[in-house]
């Protein structure tokens, strides 16, 4: 009997369907935790689809969580998410990144008031340090409008025409900052009224978006910056003052 030499016969077990393996974890049915709960009102603006991608990412975080290390606390779910790369929580948990930025601002949220008075110092330390990066004369700029406020929520959606500046001092909201980081503010605050003359942004390198916005303070799309942004820039700025 003749055999067709150019059929290549593959072996059972690599041509047999791939099983997905299961998700270690408790399931998610049984996973409710308040930071779960709390997680699912502040994302309740958005679409229904959305929102079960991001709740069933959340949970299978927890799950995991309570898996390898019998803890589901806020602080125990944000170290093990931060301690793997991007592809490997994509991975696993799907679409999580909203679920630790929630995390991380719950975590961290109180504690960047006190982190901040802490860090005046570095403040003052850096002030007459040059500094050239815009991405660096923002982070200042932000923590010097935030602990002249003396609150960070009212920051992310500063307004540029809220801020006045004259000769002798610069104040937000009426409130007048102090010397040790005016000079950083006033410094930013012309760099955003610069950029909204025809081209600068492209100097800038940003987005016209981010240039016609009103805010002080606008991300690339010309909204306001997300609420973990204060935390974010004072972890820059730590990173930079110890390398002084």
Same mark, same amino acid.
């Given at each position: 009997?003749?055999?067709?030499?150019?059929?290549?016969?593959?072996?059972?077990?690599? %041509?047999?369907?791939?099983?997905?393996?299961?998700?270690?974890?408790?399931?998610?049915?049984?996973?409710a935790?308040?930071?779960?709960?709390?997680?699912?009102?502040?994302?309740?603006?958005?679409?229904?689809?959305?929102?079960?991608i991001?709740?069933?990412?959340?949970?299978?975080?927890?799950s995991?969580?309570?898996?390898?290390?019998?803890? %589901?606390?806020?602080?125990?779910?944000?170290?093990?998410?931060?301690?793997?790369?991007?592809?490997?929580?994509?991975?696993?948990?799907?679409?999580?990144?909203?679920?630790? =930025?929630?995390?991380?601002?719950?975590?961290?949220?109180?504690?960047?008031?006190?982190?901040?008075?802490?860090?005046?110092h570095?403040?003052?330390?850096?002030?007459?340090?040059?500094?050239?990066?815009?991405?660096?004369?923002r982070?200042?700029?932000?923590?010097?409008?935030?602990?002249t406020?003396?609150? $960070?929520?009212?920051?992310?959606?500063?307004?540029i025409?809220?801020?006045?500046? %004259?000769?002798?001092?610069?104040?937000?909201?009426?409130?007048?900052?102090?010397?040790?980081?005016? $000079?950083?503010?006033r410094?930013?605050?012309?760099?955003?009224?610069?950029?909204?003359?025809?081209?600068?942004?492209?100097?800038?390198?940003?987005?016209?978006?981010?240039?016609?916005?009103?805010?002080?303070?606008? $991300?690339?799309?010309?909204q306001?910056? %997300?609420?973990?942004?204060?935390?974010?820039?004072? =972890?820059?700025?730590?990173?930079?003052?110890?390398?002084?």
């Amino acid at each position: 009997m003749a055999v067709d030499v150019t059929r290549r016969v593959v072996p059972l077990r690599q %041509s047999a369907p791939s099983v997905p393996q299961p998700r270690n974890g408790i399931p998610h049915s049984k996973v409710a935790t308040p930071s779960l709960q709390d997680f699912e009102r502040s994302i309740s603006d958005l679409a229904p689809k959305t929102r079960a991608i991001y709740v069933r990412a959340a949970k299978r975080a927890v799950s995991y969580c309570l898996y390898v290390g019998d803890n %589901s606390t806020n602080q125990a779910v944000l170290r093990l998410l931060e301690a793997m790369n991007w592809t490997e929580k994509r991975e696993r948990f799907g679409r999580v990144h909203r679920f630790e =930025r929630f995390l991380r601002l719950t975590v961290h949220g109180v504690d960047v008031q006190t982190n901040i008075y802490d860090s005046l110092h570095l403040l003052k330390q850096i002030q007459y340090k040059p500094i050239t990066a815009m991405s660096a004369v923002r982070d200042f700029a932000l923590l010097a409008a935030w602990a002249t406020m003396g609150e $960070g929520r009212g920051v992310l959606d500063l307004a540029i025409s809220e801020v006045t500046d %004259s000769p002798s001092a610069l104040s937000i909201r009426g409130k007048i900052a102090p010397s040790p980081y005016r $000079g950083m503010l006033r410094r930013w605050l012309k760099i955003r009224l610069r950029a909204n003359r025809p081209e600068q942004y492209r100097i800038l390198r940003r987005t016209k978006a981010w240039a016609d916005s009103p805010l002080l303070f606008p $991300g690339s799309n010309g909204q306001p910056l %997300s609420r973990s942004a204060i935390y974010n820039a004072l =972890r820059r700025l730590q990173a930079a003052a110890g390398s002084l």
